[in-house]
T-cell receptor, first 114, second 117 residues
Framework: AQSVTQLDSHVSVSEGTPVLLRCNYS??????LFWYVQHPNKGLQLLLK??????LVKGINGFEAEFKKSETSFHLTKPSAHMSDAAEYFC????????????FGKGTRLSVIA | DTEVTQTPKHLVMGMTNKKSLKCEQH?????MYWYKQKAKKPPELMFV???????INESVPSRFSPECPNSSLLNLHLHALQPEDSALYLC????????????????FGEGSRLTVL
């Protein structure tokens, strides 16, 4: 079985400072990992994905994440937060093959203070 | 065109009403999904269609009835709902693998916000 744990339910940063959203995963198989973002009253948008290629993954809007197998982590980072980054972020895991739907973490709400 | 379009955006219905939510994509994707999302919670999978056949039903009550008329359309028929069914209903699609649920990227619509009185 797979699972993800988002270690913070809420993160607050000042505009222009770095963002770190933490995610640990558990998987018996080689996982695919994703970060999705959801702005208020909107659907989810894919930020980035890891599928066993490069361990450092670059996504949209300046976000990146590093897959660390030894730490079972897939933390999301951005060097400088922008007001528009305020949203809910979901870490998601799936198997790289097979008939298993995605497993969502509980989400981290990012607030950006001016 | 990378959009998943959901209608209506908002729906208010009584517990005795029958209504439907609609979802459309023109990306040639062969897997389509319904998710339910309550406030401040992650999406919960309800149904998956793969190549127009129901692939996964996550033990959803029968008052929710999905339908996939063709590879571009996905409906969710609603009947005799309860107030606790009020939520954001999200449709998603993915390229799809024959006979399997895609494990790649999902493309989400903006959702239909349902209120049951």
């Amino acid at each position: 079985a797979q699972s993800v744990t988002q270690l913070d339910s809420h993160v607050s940063v000042s505009e222009g400072t770095p963002v770190l959203l933490r995610c640990n995963y558990s998987s018996s198989y080689s996982p695919s990992l994703f970060w999705y973002v959801q702005h208020p009253n909107k659907g989810l948008q894919l930020l980035l994905k890891y599928t066993s290629a490069a361990t450092l993954v670059k996504g949209i809007n300046g976000f990146e994440a590093e897959f660390k197998k030894s730490e079972t982590s897939f933390h999301l980072t951005k060097p400088s937060a922008h007001m528009s980054d305020a949203a809910e972020y979901f870490c998601v895991v799936s198997r790289t093959s097979g008939n298993t739907p995605l497993v969502f973490g509980k989400g981290t709400r990012l607030s950006v203070i001016a | 065109d990378t959009e998943v379009t959901q209608t209506p955006k908002h729906l208010v219905m009584g517990m005795t009403n029958k209504k439907s939510l609609k979802c459309e994509q023109h990306m040639g994707h062969r897997a389509m999904y319904w998710y339910k999302q309550k406030a401040k919670k992650p999406p919960e999978l309800m149904f998956v269609y793969s190549y127009e056949k129901l692939s996964i039903n996550e033990s959803v009550p029968s008052r929710f009835s999905p339908e996939c008329p063709n590879s571009s359309l996905l409906n969710l028929h609603l009947h005799a709902l309860q107030p606790e069914d009020s939520a954001l209903y999200l449709c998603a699609s993915s390229p799809g693998l024959a006979g399997a649920v895609d494990t790649g990227e999902l493309f989400f619509g903006e959702g239909s916000r349902l209120t049951v009185l």
